[in-house]
């Protein structure tokens, strides 16, 4: 299990709709409200290392957008990410 430590800046056109810092266990993104491009890219990421994604609806929030954040249905996002840390995590049976 890997869990990350990562801020990022999602952006549709000129619209920030999301500036945060989130912790989460790479695959679970959808539990910290990640979307899974999100979630995905950043498993290729090295601790430390920033990058801008494009991101496709698919990716993000389809055809029903995100109303609460402002993202209309079927948008392209952009994202800027720094991946703070990346830490291999063991689970014990005790």
């Not at 709709?17 to 979307?35: L, P, Q, S």
């Not at 948008?75 to 830490?87: I, P």
Request: hydrophobic fraction near 35%; charge should be negative; charged fraction near 30%.
């Amino acid at each position: 299990m890997h869990l990350i430590a990562v801020h990022y800046v999602g952006r549709h056109g000129e619209n920030v709709f999301e500036d945060r810092e989130v912790e989460f266990t790479i695959g679970d993104g959808v539990i910290a409200n990640v979307i899974e491009g999100l979630d995905i890219a950043i498993k290729r990421m090295k601790e430390g290392e920033k990058c801008r994604l494009d991101i496709k609806p698919s990716m993000a929030y389809g055809s029903k957008g995100n109303p609460e954040l402002g993202v209309p249905p079927d948008a392209d996002l952009v994202y800027d990410v720094e991946l703070h840390s990346f830490e291999n995590v063991s689970i014990s049976n005790g």
